[in-house]
T-cell receptor, first 114, second 115 residues
Framework: EADIYQTPRYLVIGTGKKITLECSQTMGHDKMYWYQQDPGMELHLIHYSYGVNSTEKGDLSSESTVSRIRTEHFPLTLESARPSHTSQYLC?????????????FGPGTRLTVL | AQKVTQAQTEISVVEKEDVTLDCVYETRDTTYYLFWYKQPPSGELVFLIRRNSFDEQNEISGRYSWNFQKSTSSFNFTITASQVVDSAVYFCALSGDTGRRALTFGSGTRLQVQP
C-alpha cells in the first residue's frame, strides 16, 4: 500500500497569493515527482528530484519551485498565484532500484486561482 | 524522446459491452515499462497494471485484460462486460529504465458506460 500524502486536497485562493502544496511519503523513496494536469487533459512532469538537495525542471515549463531538504518531503511553491495556475497537481514517488519503477501517486491537490 | 498516443479521446458504451482502449508508444530505450492508470471523477490516479519490455505475456485480471505487442508498439486494454463503475479517464504511460525515469502519459481516454 502506497503511503504518499498531499495537502491540501482542494485550494481556492486569490491572485497574487503565495502558496505551498505539500507532499510527503513514508516509503523512503529517493525519487519524487510533481505532475500538472489541466482539467480533462494529460499529465505533464513539471519537477523531479533524485534525492535530498537534488531538484530538476520537468518537461512542462512551470513558474513553481520545489525543494527537497528531507527525503520524505517535496513541497511545491508558487510565489504569486495567477488564474493560469489553476490545475490539479499530483505528487509521486518511486524507488529507483525497484524492478518496474512503479510510481506511487498522492491523491492530488486541486488548485483554483480566482 | 518518448511518446504515448491514445487516439480515442472518448468512448461511450452500454453496460455489459466489451470495450478496448488503444495505446501506442514510441521509445528508443531497449528496456522500458508500460502502465495503465484509471482516474475517476475524484481525481486520484489508480494503478491498474505494469509491464516491462521483456514480458510480452498478456494478462487477465477479472474483467480486465491487457495485450502487449512489441512488434506494433501497442499496449491495449480491454474491459469485458463493462459496468457503470468503469466510467473514468484511463491513461496509458511509459517510463524508461535510466535517468529520471519519469512517466510519459498519453492524453487519456474518457470511458462512459451507460446503464
Amino acid at each position: 500500500e502506497a503511503d504518499i500524502y498531499q495537502t491540501p486536497r482542494y485550494l481556492v485562493i486569490g491572485t497574487g497569493k503565495k502558496i505551498t502544496l505539500e507532499c510527503s511519503q513514508t516509503m523512503g523513496h529517493d525519487k519524487m515527482y510533481w505532475y500538472q494536469q489541466d482539467p480533462g487533459m494529460e499529465l505533464h512532469l513539471i519537477h523531479y528530484s533524485y534525492g535530498v538537495n537534488s531538484t530538476e525542471k520537468g518537461d512542462l515549463s512551470s513558474e513553481s519551485t520545489v525543494s527537497r531538504i528531507r527525503t520524505e518531503h517535496f513541497p511545491l511553491t508558487l510565489e504569486s498565484a495567477r488564474p493560469s495556475h489553476t490545475s490539479q497537481y499530483l505528487c509521486a514517488s518511486s524507488e529507483p532500484r525497484e524492478l518496474y519503477n512503479e510510481q506511487f501517486f498522492g491523491p492530488g491537490t486541486r488548485l483554483t486561482v480566482l | 524522446a518518448q511518446k504515448v498516443t491514445q487516439a480515442q479521446t472518448e468512448i461511450s458504451v452500454v453496460e455489459k459491452e466489451d470495450v478496448t482502449l488503444d495505446c501506442v508508444y514510441e521509445t528508443r530505450d531497449t528496456t522500458y515499462y508500460l502502465f495503465w492508470y484509471k482516474q475517476p471523477p475524484s481525481g486520484e490516479l489508480v494503478f491498474l497494471i505494469r509491464r516491462n519490455s521483456f514480458d510480452e505475456q498478456n494478462e487477465i485480471s477479472g474483467r480486465y485484460s491487457w495485450n502487449f505487442q512489441k512488434s506494433t508498439s501497442s499496449f491495449n486494454f480491454t474491459i469485458t462486460a463493462s459496468q457503470v463503475v468503469d466510467s473514468a479517464v484511463y491513461f496509458c504511460a511509459l517510463s524508461g529504465d535510466t535517468g529520471r525515469r519519469a512517466l510519459t502519459f498519453g492524453s487519456g481516454t474518457r470511458l462512459q458506460v451507460q446503464p
